[in-house]
Nanobody, 126 residues
Framework: QLQLVESGGGLVQPGGSLRLSCVASGFTLDDYRIGWFHQAPGKEREGVSCISSRGGRTDYAASVKGRFTISRNNAKNTVYLEMNDLKPEDAGLYYC???????????????????WGQGTQVTVSS
């Protein structure tokens, strides 16, 4: 069974940091493009970051550029999202997603991915 499991969410004060992890089971991430998505209450899911399956190319939404960093450790079958200088508008559910594709590019559209985790909650509040 192919599965993605996110962890690392929690409550943090504005300006704080969190590191989200996405662990794959049932398959290896080497040939997969990975994305992180954010869904705030009452809003559509939006792509905040992605990383290509080849070359490690990354892309970020303008709202998180310079604050968030995506990385992958294929040996651990894990992708991370380091989130710094968190703002109240960063709160919500964070999902990782994967699609098997050999590419040096990544796309942050939800419809470009076909395997999703269950999400991890991030709360930013003082």
């Amino acid at each position: 069974q192919l599965q993605l499991v996110e962890s690392g969410g929690g409550l943090v004060q504005p300006g704080g940091s969190l590191r989200l992890s996405c662990v794959a089971s049932g398959f290896t991430l080497d040939d997969y493009r990975i994305g992180w998505f954010h869904q705030a209450p009452g809003k559509e899911r939006e792509g905040v970051s992605c990383i290509s399956s080849r070359g490690g190319r990354t892309d970020y939404a303008a709202s998180v550029k310079g604050r968030f960093t995506i990385s992958r450790n294929n040996a651990k079958n894990t992708v991370y999202l380091e989130m710094n200088d968190l703002k109240p508008e960063d709160a919500g559910l964070y999902y990782c997603a994967a699609v098997q594709i050999t590419s040096y590019y990544c796309i942050r559209r939800p419809d470009a991915f076909d395997l999703w985790g269950q999400g991890t909650q991030v709360t930013v509040s003082s």
